[in-house]
T-cell receptor
Framework: KAGVTQTPRYLIKTRGQQVTLSCSPISGHRSVSWYQQTPGQGLQFLFEYFSETQRNKGNFPGRFSGRQFSNSRSEMNVSTLELGDSALYLC????????????FGPGTRLTVT | AQRVTQPEKLLSVFKGAPVELKCNYSYSGSPELFWYVQYSRQRLQLLLRHISRESIKGFTADLNKGETSFHLKKPFAQEEDSAMYYCALNDGNEKLTFGTGTRLTIIP
């Protein structure tokens, strides 16, 4: 079956702008999680959605938000971009329980100038 | 709050030598522990999880609750094992807490 897909793969934005990233999970997966990966902080959990509801949230400011649609596709939005938001944003999907594997997408590389 | 520590950022091992990637965790409950691997130019993928107790690509990892460790081991390293390895903990809420990763390089 098709893997997790993320669009766009690369993005360049200016400080103060906002951005929306998209993630399509593996068919049948109802949980979508988002992670930020930077050289300094590593992989950090942003939030997780399950059946259109945010179920878990990491320690990121309110500028980071997300949503999930009825087909399990998810979007992540970052408003008022800062230089420090430059990172690889990874999306992962799973069946929705702790013991199940999370399948990762290729990521969206966001550069804020 | 849970925490995962991978003390080695870089590890170089000769081909055919044993490999051990260290992972320690702190968590008050019963964790689900995983090792993820990222090969060059590929996406992050699951290598193994403690609950399945299986060996993948010759790698094994045993959960030691007394020492709060989940070290990854392989008796004989191969060149294709060169990659970035991440230890991760799931607290039961679908939130993975990752270690900072260890870059393993196998020297031919």
């Amino acid at each position: 079956k098709a893997g997790v897909t993320q669009t766009p793969r690369y993005l360049i934005k200016t400080r103060g702008q906002q951005v929306t990233l998209s993630c399509s999970p593996i068919s049948g997966h109802r949980s979508v999680s988002w992670y930020q990966q930077t050289p300094g902080q590593g992989l950090q959990f942003l939030f997780e959605y399950f059946s259109e509801t945010q179920r878990n949230k990491g320690n990121f400011p309110g500028r980071f938000s997300g949503r999930q649609f009825s087909n399990s596709r998810s979007e992540m939005n970052v408003s008022t971009l800062e230089l420090g938001d430059s990172a690889l944003y990874l999306c992962a999907s799973s069946l929705g329980q702790a013991q199940y594997e999370q399948y990762f997408g290729p990521g969206t590389r966001l550069t804020v100038t | 709050a849970q925490r995962v520590t991978q003390p080695e950022k870089l590890l170089s091992v000769f081909k055919g030598a044993p490999v051990e990637l260290k992972c320690n965790y702190s968590y008050s409950g019963s964790p689900e522990l995983f090792w993820y691997v990222q090969y060059s130019r590929q996406r992050l993928q699951l290598l193994l999880r403690h609950i399945s107790r299986e060996s993948i690509k010759g790698f094994t990892a045993d959960l030691n609750k007394g020492e709060t460790s989940f070290h990854l081991k392989k008796p004989f390293a191969q060149e294709e094992d060169s990659a970035m390895y991440y230890c991760a903990l799931n607290d039961g809420n679908e939130k993975l807490t990752f270690g900072t990763g260890t870059r393993l390089t196998i020297i031919p």
